[in-house]
């Protein structure tokens, strides 16, 4: 079995499976795009489940669907990661990732992890229409955050390794777009009453590091010996590198949901702004450690969809 014949995602209630035979043929009228053939366009095949998306009659654009549960998310985000094999696209590396993180959150709502499940639901649609808004725009030559343009944009042209292609995704989504999300969700003083599950996210997170670091290890075979040397002090930096992020996402928050609207788009500019800046040394670290990057990218195996492939797969309990 291959990525490519077939994808999974395993949910707390139902396994679905997502194959050839039931996916359909998605008939719609050419886009207009600066990047590529836009995803779905005329007689390609499409996940069964994955349609959300819609062409908007004024523009000729597609646009994402409103999300209206959880499920909805995951299944849009799985659409992503089809039409990213097809392409052979690795901006679907984040997606892969961010379809795992939605998962568990899921299950944490599901099992009562949170203080109030369905203002975590909410606050997951809000933050997922975000991404999605950013990944249409961009895809379709549309204005959208600078920070997005710059993740997609380094994405696109540098050809990073797997590892910067996450994180590009997550300096994006986190950094600007949750502080947004939780901002909307619970505006005004409101948003003290969220701390507590904006804090658990932390320990869904931590919990997906080892499947992070093992399917990257599939990838570039030296990184499951560092991770043999180094031990959890590796996951450890990563872990507390997304704590941070989701640290300065809170602080944030609380600062965008008291300001009036006016002020709210400076404020969301200058953020995006910040966050453009951190994009680009991601992306671009330097002379001598983007020579280094470039050596793991040559020694990276497999095809774009064995990399989507081998990021999907659970790690196995030692």
Same mark, same amino acid.
């Given at each position: 079995? /291959?990525?490519?014949?077939?994808?999974?995602? +395993?949910?707390?209630?139902?396994?679905?499976?997502?194959?050839?035979?039931?996916?359909?043929?998605?008939?719609?009228?050419?886009?207009? /795009?600066?990047?590529?053939?836009?995803? %779905?366009?005329?007689?390609?095949?499409?996940?069964?489940?994955?349609?959300?998306?819609?062409?908007?009659?004024? /523009?000729?654009?597609?646009?994402?669907?409103?999300?209206?549960?959880?499920? @909805?998310?995951?299944?849009?985000?799985?659409?992503?990661?089809?039409?990213?094999?097809?392409?052979?696209?690795?901006?679907?590396?984040?997606?892969?990732?961010?379809?795992?993180?939605?998962?568990?959150?899921?299950?944490?709502?599901?099992?009562?992890?949170?203080?109030?499940?369905?203002?975590?639901? +909410? %606050?997951?649609?809000?933050?997922?229409?975000?991404?999605?808004?950013?990944?249409?725009?961009? +895809? +379709?030559?549309?204005?959208?955050?600078?920070?997005?343009?710059?993740?997609?944009?380094?994405?696109?042209? @540098?050809?990073?390794?797997?590892?910067?292609?996450?994180?590009?995704?997550?300096?994006?989504?986190?950094?600007? @777009?949750?502080?947004?999300?939780?901002?909307?969700?619970?505006?005004?003083?409101?948003?003290?009453?969220?701390?507590?599950?904006?804090?658990?996210?932390?320990?869904?997170?931590?919990?997906?590091? @080892?499947?992070?670091?093992?399917?990257?290890?599939?990838?570039?075979?030296?990184?499951?010996?560092? %991770?043999?040397?180094?031990?959890?002090?590796?996951? %450890?930096?990563?872990?507390?590198?997304?704590?941070?992020?989701?640290?300065?996402?809170?602080?944030?928050?609380?600062?965008?949901?008291?300001?009036?609207?006016?002020?709210? /788009?400076?404020?969301?500019?200058?953020?995006?702004?910040?966050?453009?800046?951190?994009?680009?040394?991601?992306?671009?670290?330097?002379?001598?450690?983007?020579?280094?990057?470039?050596?793991?990218?040559?020694?990276?195996?497999?095809?774009?969809?064995?990399?989507?492939?081998?990021?999907?797969?659970?790690?196995?309990?030692?």
């Amino acid at each position: 079995m /291959t990525f490519e014949t077939n994808f999974f995602y +395993q949910t707390n209630d139902r396994q679905l499976m997502m194959d050839r035979s039931a996916m359909h043929v998605i008939q719609s009228a050419p886009y207009r /795009t600066q990047h590529s053939v836009f995803p %779905l366009s005329a007689g390609q095949s499409a996940p069964a489940s994955g349609k959300h998306f819609a062409e908007n009659k004024d /523009t000729g654009l597609l646009e994402p669907l409103p999300l209206h549960t959880i499920d @909805d998310v995951i299944a849009a985000l799985a659409t992503i990661i089809w039409d990213s094999e097809q392409r052979h696209d690795p901006l679907g590396y984040f997606a892969v990732l961010y379809q795992k993180v939605t998962i568990k959150v899921k299950e944490g709502i599901a099992n009562n992890f949170f203080d109030d499940g369905p203002r975590m639901e +909410q %606050l997951d649609i809000v933050f997922a229409e975000r991404y999605l808004a950013a990944y249409f725009a961009y +895809q +379709q030559g549309q204005p959208l955050s600078y920070c997005w343009k710059k993740a997609f944009d380094l994405g696109s042209v @540098d050809e990073p390794i797997v590892l910067q292609h996450l994180l590009l995704g997550i300096n994006a989504h986190i950094n600007l @777009d949750l502080g947004i999300a939780a901002a909307e969700v619970c505006a005004g003083e409101d948003i003290r009453g969220l701390k507590n599950d904006f804090i658990k996210i932390n320990e869904i997170l931590a919990s997906l590091v @080892d499947e992070v670091m093992c399917g990257l290890s599939g990838i570039w075979p030296f990184y499951g010996l560092i %991770l043999e040397r180094a031990g959890k002090f590796d996951n %450890l930096l990563v872990d507390l590198v997304m704590r941070a992020a989701r640290i300065s996402a809170w602080k944030f928050a609380k600062k965008l949901a008291k300001k009036p609207a006016r002020e709210k /788009t400076k404020l969301i500019a200058r953020r995006d702004r910040q966050t453009a800046r951190k994009a680009k040394f991601i992306g671009r670290p330097g002379t001598i450690t983007s020579m280094m990057l470039r050596r793991i990218r040559q020694e990276e195996r497999g095809s774009v969809s064995e990399k989507l492939f081998e990021l999907s797969v659970p790690a196995v309990a030692s």
